[in-house]
């Protein structure tokens, strides 16, 4: 796990020489796709002990929900919306609105407990595009975090002030034509 590492400018027998803090990770494509690569990195992480969560906020279809999260391994929790299908439209039943909710409430709620030092966010700008999360909530979400807390996001289309606080933006797109 990639980390910002700070030197504090007095030490004290009481003190680490240095402290952890977390980075915003973004993962963007001009498509809604599945990012290997960054589940990888929640699996690689979360098999050296450390404990990750994955959120797919318009991902359905299995009847999962945040009380029913999928354990892989001892240390990763994969959790999505307790919806019949996947979100692809910003037009949601009223149920749907109050899985999202849920969904994104127990995300906000665990993250400041601080049960997980990294934690995706799968397709959250699609979300935030369909104005299911308002904007104002994930940059309150990133900024409040505990500070040892890696969060990656993902999905197209990431809105300027979520870019301009990460850490880290990459670009997946195709060199290729099909």
């Given at each position: 796990m990639?980390?910002?590492l700070?030197?504090?400018?007095?030490?004290?027998?009481?003190?680490?020489?240095?402290?952890?803090?977390g980075l915003?990770?973004v993962?963007?494509?001009?498509?809604?796709?599945f990012?290997?690569?960054?589940?990888?990195?929640?699996?690689r992480?979360s098999?050296?002990?450390?404990?990750?969560?994955?959120?797919?906020?318009?991902?359905?279809g299995?009847?999962?929900?945040?009380?029913?999260?999928v354990?892989l391994?001892?240390n990763?929790?994969w959790?999505?919306?307790?919806?019949?299908?996947?979100?692809?439209?910003?037009?949601?039943?009223?149920?749907?609105?109050?899985?999202?909710?849920?969904l994104?409430?127990?995300t906000?709620?665990?993250?400041?407990?601080?049960?997980?030092?990294?934690?995706v966010?799968?397709?959250?700008?699609?979300?935030?595009?369909?104005?299911l999360?308002?904007?104002?909530e994930?940059?309150?979400?990133?900024?409040n975090?505990?500070?040892?807390?890696?969060?990656?996001?993902?999905?197209?289309?990431?809105?300027?002030?979520?870019?301009?606080?990460?850490?880290q933006?990459?670009?997946?797109?195709?060199s290729?034509?099909?």
């Amino acid at each position: 796990m990639i980390a910002q590492l700070e030197t504090p400018t007095v030490h004290s027998p009481c003190q680490p020489p240095y402290t952890v803090e977390g980075l915003v990770q973004v993962f963007t494509c001009s498509r809604r796709t599945f990012l290997t690569s960054v589940m990888a990195q929640a699996l690689r992480v979360s098999g050296q002990g450390t404990p990750a969560l994955i959120v797919q906020f318009l991902k359905g279809g299995i009847n999962q929900g945040h009380c029913h999260p999928v354990k892989l391994g001892q240390n990763l929790d994969w959790i999505r919306c307790n919806l019949p299908r996947c979100i692809d439209t910003p037009q949601l039943d009223e149920s749907e609105n109050r899985s999202l909710q849920e969904l994104w409430q127990h995300t906000r709620q665990v993250v400041s407990q601080g049960q997980y030092s990294l934690v995706v966010l799968d397709e959250l700008s699609v979300a935030v595009e369909f104005g299911l999360i308002p904007l104002a909530e994930v940059l309150d979400f990133i900024q409040n975090r505990p500070k040892h807390v890696d969060v990656i996001l993902t999905g197209s289309n990431m809105p300027q002030p979520v870019l301009d606080v990460a850490d880290q933006i990459t670009e997946v797109r195709r060199s290729h034509q099909m």
